[in-house]
Nanobody, 123 residues
Framework: VQLQASGGGLVQTGDSLRLSCTDS????????VGWFRQAPGKEREFVAT????????DYSESVKGRFTISRDRAKNTVYLQMNSLKPEDTAVYYC?????????????????WGQGTQVTVSS
């Protein structure tokens, strides 16, 4: 399983972006999917996760209320809607499929990391 993240770009503070995570081989439909990010010089950190059914979600405190994760099972795609972006949201964003069906914020629970997408928020 390898998921491909896309949709990043350069935006200004307060703007919005929607990231997409596509599973072209349709092998993660029974797994939770998570979004993580890594800023230069920092460790990869949890952002958001959604269960296999889409019925449960979880967010890091830093993005709660601003970001929304969702999934379209018919399109095998998970989205991350990012609103009210801040400079501190600048990072490479990655998505990955969990080994489990339920949500998890633990990086070690995730597998098959794909290439990320750069999000840069200017002040």
């Amino acid at each position: 399983v390898q998921l491909q993240a896309s949709g990043g770009g350069l935006v200004q503070t307060g703007d919005s972006l929607r990231l997409s995570c596509t599973d072209s081989k349709r092998t993660s439909s029974n797994n939770a999917v998570g979004w993580f990010r890594q800023a230069p010089g920092k460790e990869r950190e949890f952002v958001a996760t959604i269960s296999w059914s889409g019925g449960a979600t979880d967010y890091s405190e830093s993005v709660k209320g601003r970001f929304t994760i969702s999934r379209d099972r018919a399109k095998n795609t998970v989205y991350l809607q990012m609103n009210s972006l801040k400079p501190e949201d600048t990072a490479v964003y990655y998505c990955a499929a969990s080994r489990y069906a339920s949500t998890s914020s633990q990086l070690s629970h995730y597998k098959s990391w794909g290439q990320g997408t750069q999000v840069t928020v200017s002040s």
